[in-house]
């Protein structure tokens, strides 16, 4: 057929089937590459202090890398987002959608501090940190049981449940830091008995703890989900439930259980926070990762490895946005949240070009093709280097499956 | 001209090719059955004519003309209607509401009048048909006429009936083709979908065979014959042959005694089920879609509610007499009592689509080992000897099981239900949506499994292979027994007959 049909549609989108690893780990450097130039030009143009265009891009890495400090301080930042991701995975892969984290989280800083306030001096250190460890594993436990006992005996929506605990979480932190300082302004001052070892004298210092104790409940959890009974389980019920039914699964007790550790690890973020970190506690002080968390989650594909690297990078985009609101002066911090919210929007679409195909009509393709020439060659010149990333990934995966055989 | 003329259609998903360069043509006033084995491309083929799909490349005429149809919408300007295999209807809306919704007419909306037009058209080819009717109290054939009247409605010269049989009693699929030869004489043109040959012989001027996405070729019904449509189907010679062996010494295994059942939704499943499924034998379950087949099995597994009755098992072994009411899916299970249960949704039970072979052959034994750690390397050994003794087509034991074809699918998951050696085997649909050879490749499992002496409970919908498989056949209708017929003698009609007779209930 010789002639070009122009009535047929300007595109239309196909679902890939395979796609190299290459081509993936591309698609998702440009997704990133397109996020920041976009960020660069929204605060240059925005900026009353500079314009400086390239100044953004030091500017974002001076906010992480210029003093060993703050190095250490985004590891920290990192390690806590991990922590919080990695919580959130097994009641994820069950398909029960915990958007509770916030609220689990400060229910573990509350039994934290609970414990250091009432009892602290009464007791030596060492008992006091088992004590706030108890305490606020049991608080977040219980707060993420609640809804799971709802959800396995009454078929309760989990996702609107936990969501409104956060709330009342917040509310409750509130309220006993009020009732603790009735004349105060609604904040606390550090504790001082309880507080969790430091290393001094270091420049790593409070967070050399919390970064071992995330990567260490990292790998326990993904050996967990990867070579337990326990985790088969989750995922035999998270895939389809009447398999698990028709197997011989109790599917209430699997739900329960797994949502219990899944809180209690949100509670884990909960007790460092207050008890290794900050000494006290606050209604914001989940810094909203429980929500970030779940999307650290499902960028990596609940795959633990991958997850190391994203929450590295949203640390990264976090701390060095931050920077970027010094440096180019704005007052509003709002402004740079857009702008985080921008670079994470484009890596969270990188998914649908990973998924799906745009089919151009031939007419319209042409002129795609012209568009697309300087991506397309920086693409091809780089493609050696993301094959290898792509590999790197595919074969530890591959590896940790044969691990089990 | 032809009435509808398709030229080198393709349409690719991924790397899956699902159809090839097909040309294919339809006269007015004929019908023309589409055959082919499942994902042989059929369904898509037809969803492109139909605006659902935008082939790749290919050209579609209609009287002549190249038209581009880019939405159903489009397709029905062009007068070309499609009845989908899933019915496409609002629950609590009458026949005449679904019928007339997004209809644009010219001027006032007017349920009335349309009412009458439904009406017509019923009269005229004989649908029988209540307009008033709400969705959600009609039988499956009752919406089947809805939806095509519905196509009638609006216009359609050219119609698509993807597998309209597949739910239909014999008695019902007779009244269907007398519709359809009405509406050949009425000059509409239509393409019918099914796998069953006989209806294709029965019904079509013409049949058009695709093979793995490209098309074969096609015949005039009447100077072909099955074994030649098969032929063209599979690319080779198939033995359609089931060899039906007198059962060996058989022995009562399960006697059920007036079993009621509550579904989920708290109404009632089954209801006073009495039967006895003995060793070494093959008794056959045939009744329409939803009779209460589904039920019945998970009842027998452990999985459903049981209002009143018994299921006794009799233990082989000791001759042990064991009420499996009480018992647990694992602890029925442990007895020997294997169910392998496919309904349509292939995946829903029994696998996990999305987890590789060796996981899923794993379900069953994963709790061995007294430490949480699982042991993937006997499932992993037992996997390679399920996928080398069925011939299960995979990359590597590591493949998620989603990833494989239908046949295979089930090939894992009657292979890993038969490794136990069960003493009873249950399979629902067991053959739903494989081609012809997996389906003959099961047949023959089920039988291996009768000559070993387990009791086989096979649910199935097609009322040939019922009879010529099992030893007893066994009807349902509304969750009631209406019959319990040896399968040697029966005939197709008395199945059918026993499928919609209706028992009386005395409500309590």
């Known amino acids: 057929m010789a002639h070009e049909n122009k009535r047929e549609p300007l595109f239309h989108i196909v679902k890939r089937m395979d796609i190299k690893p290459g081509a993936k780990v591309g698609i998702k450097v440009l997704s990133i590459f397109i996020g920041l130039l976009i960020a660069a030009i929204f605060v240059v143009a925005l900026s009353p202090k500079s314009n400086n265009f390239f100044g953004f891009f030091g500017s974002m890495a001076s906010g992480v890398f210029s003093t060993p400090r703050r190095f250490w301080k985004y590891l920290l930042e990192a390690a806590l987002l991990l922590g919080v991701s990695i919580a959130l995975v097994p009641a994820f892969k069950m398909k029960f959608w915990n958007l509770g984290g916030n609220g689990q989280i400060l229910m573990g800083c509350l039994g934290t501090c609970v414990v250091m306030f009432y009892l602290g001096g009464k007791l030596p250190d060492p008992i006091l940190w088992i004590l706030m460890l108890v305490a606020a594993v049991a608080f977040a436990g219980i707060w993420a049981v609640i809804p799971a006992l709802f959800k396995a005996f009454f078929k309760t929506n989990e996702s609107l449940f936990t969501l409104m605990l956060n709330y009342i979480a917040a509310i409750l932190v509130g309220y006993t830091i009020s009732s603790w300082y009735p004349k105060g302004t609604g ?148 402004l740079s949240s857009v702008i985080t919210g921008i670079i994470f929007f484009l890596l969270i679409a990188s998914e649908f070009f990973v998924s799906y195909k745009i089919i151009w009509r031939a007419d319209a393709q042409k002129v795609v093709d012209k568009i697309a020439f300087p991506f397309v060659w920086v693409g091809k010149k780089l493609s050696p280097v993301f094959e290898k990333i792509g590999n790197f990934f595919t074969g530890l995966k591959l590896k940790l499956t044969k691990g089990g055989k | 001209m032809h009435q509808l003329e398709l030229r080198n259609i393709t349409k690719t998903f991924g790397s899956v090719v699902a159809n090839n360069n097909v040309s294919l043509t339809l006269e007015k006033g004929e019908i023309l059955s589409l055959l082919g084995e499942n994902g042989c491309g059929k369904t ?101 006429t809805v939806e095509i009247v519905k196509v009638l409605f609006r216009g359609a010269d050219i119609l698509i009936l993807d597998e309209p049989t597949a739910v239909l009693t014999p008695q019902e699929t007779r009244k269907l083709f007398d519709v359809l030869r009405k509406m050949k004489e009425d000059g509409k043109s239509i393409i019918i979908i099914t796998h069953k040959l006989n209806e294709v012989m029965e019904i079509s001027d013409r049949v058009a065979v695709l093979r793995k996405g490209e098309y074969i070729g096609s015949v005039n019904s009447k100077e072909t014959s099955e074994s030649q449509l098969t032929e063209m189907m599979v690319g080779k010679k198939v033995e359609l042959n089931i060899d039906r062996t007198e059962p060996k010494d058989p022995k009562d295994r399960l006697i059920i005694k007036n079993l009621s059942t509550i579904r989920d939704d708290g109404l009632p499943g089954v209801r006073n089920i009495e039967f006895t499924a003995r060793s070494g034998e093959i008794l056959g379950i045939a009744g329409i879609a939803g009779s209460g087949q589904k039920e019945l099995l998970e009842a027998i597994a452990g999985l459903s ?204």
């Open chain 2, 44 to 144: 898509t083929l037809m969803n492109m004519i139909a605006g659902i799909y935008y082939p790749d490349s290919g050209s579609i005429l209609i009287n002549g003309e190249e038209v581009s149809i880019k939405s159903p919408i489009d397709a029905f300007n062009h007068g070309i209607g499609m009845i989908h295999q899933h019915f496409k209807l609002v629950d609590v809306f009458s026949a005449t509401e679904n019928i007339v919704l997004g209809y644009k007419e010219e001027g006032r909306f007017n349920l009335k009048k349309s009412a009458i037009k439904v009406k017509e058209i019923a009269d005229k080819y004989g649908f029988i048909i209540d307009p008033k009717k709400k969705i959600y109290d009609m039988s499956v054939s009752e919406k089947q």
């Open chain 2, 305 to 508: 509610k049981i209002k009143s009755g018994t299921i006794e098992y009799i233990n082989p072994e000791n001759e042990e007499i064991v009420n499996l009411c009480l018992k647990s899916p694992r602890q029925i299970r442990d007895l020997g009592v294997r169910l392998a249960f496919v309904p349509e949704d292939r995946l829903g039970m029994g696998l996990v689509g999305n987890m590789d072979l060796v996981d899923n052959v794993m379900l069953r034994s994963y709790e061995k080992g007294k430490l949480d750690l699982l042991d993937r390397k006997t499932p992993g050994k037992l996997t390679d000897q399920i996928v080398k003794d069925l011939e299960v087509v995979t990359d590597s034991v590591n493949t998620p099981v989603r990833r494989l074809s239908g046949g295979n699918v089930q090939k894992v998951l009657v292979g890993r239900e038969i490794a136990s050696v069960p003493k009873v085997l249950m399979a629902a649909y067991p053959v739903r949506g494989l081609d012809i050879n997996s389906s003959y490749l099961i047949y023959n499992l089920l039988n291996e499994q009768k000559e070993n002496g387990s009791a086989v409970i096979f649910v199935g919908e097609d009322l040939d292979v019922l009879l010529a498989l099992s030893d007893r056949i066994l009807v349902l209708n509304g969750g009631h027994i209406t019959g319990i017929v040896d399968a040697r003698s029966a005939t197709k009609e008395e199945v059918g007959l026993l499928m919609t007779k209706s028992v009386v209930v005395e409500e309590e």
């Open chain 1, 187 to 334: 904040s606390m001052t550090p504790l001082t008995n309880g507080q969790l070892p430091i290393i001094n004298n270091t420049p790593f210092g409070k967070c050399f703890l919390p970064i071992v104790l995330f990567v260490f409940i990292t790998t326990a959890v993904a050996l967990y989900l990867k070579y337990s009974k326990h985790g088969y389980e989750l995922s035999v019920v998270g895939e389809s439930e009447n398999t698990a039914r028709y197997i011989g699964i109790n599917v209430k007790w699997v739900t329960i259980r797994t949502v219990l550790f899944s809180g209690i690890l949100c509670g884990l973020v909960g007790f460092v926070l207050s008890g290794a970190i900050n000494y006290m506690m606050s209604t914001n002080m989940d810094s909203n990762m429980g929500f970030t968390g779940i999307m650290v989650a499902w960028l990596s594909h609940f795959s633990p490895i991958v997850m190391v690297f994203i929450s590295l990078f949203i640390a990264f985009i976090t701390k060095g946005m931050s920077q970027v609101n010094e440096d180019f002066g704005f007052t509003d911090e709002n």
